[in-house]
């Protein structure tokens, strides 16, 4: 069965930085699109951001676009979302998904075929 498990959230001051982790099994990795995207309470999910199938491409929300980065590790099974210059604004459940179709494709959507249980991200200002 397909697992994404999330990790590395925690609870941070504004400006510092946090690398979320999402692990793979049950599916062929390299064969899938990932992204990140985060719910804050009272809010409706929003993308974070997507990375392809080999990582050479990416598309991120305009909201973080310059302060987090998507990479992905195939050999490893893994996609990373690294942030930097955090907000207090970016406090959400930070959720990993996977995507048999394009990057740029779940990036309008927002769809995934696979979801992480989420890792909860608190920037305190």
């Known amino acids: 069965q397909v697992q994404l498990v999330e990790s590395g959230g925690g609870l941070v001051q504004a400006g510092d930085s946090l690398r979320l982790s999402c692990a793979a099994s049950?599916?062929?990795?390299?064969?899938?699109?990932m992204g990140w995207f985060r719910q804050a309470p009272g809010k409706k999910r929003e993308r974070v951001g997507t990375?392809?199938?080999?990582?050479?491409?990416?598309y991120y929300a305009d909201s973080v676009k310059g302060r987090f980065t998507i990479s992905r590790d195939n050999a490893k099974n893994t996609v990373y979302l690294q942030m930097n210059s955090l907000k207090p604004e970016d406090t959400a459940v930070y959720y990993c998904?996977?995507?048999?179709?394009?990057?740029?494709?779940?990036?309008?959507?927002?769809?995934?075929?696979?979801w992480g249980q989420g890792t909860q991200v608190t920037v305190s200002s």
């Open positions: 998904a996977a995507n048999s179709g394009s990057a740029q494709a779940m990036s309008v959507t927002g769809r995934g075929d696979y």
């Open positions: 049950g599916l062929s990795f390299s064969t899938h699109a």
């Open positions: 990375i392809s199938r080999t990582g050479s491409s990416t």
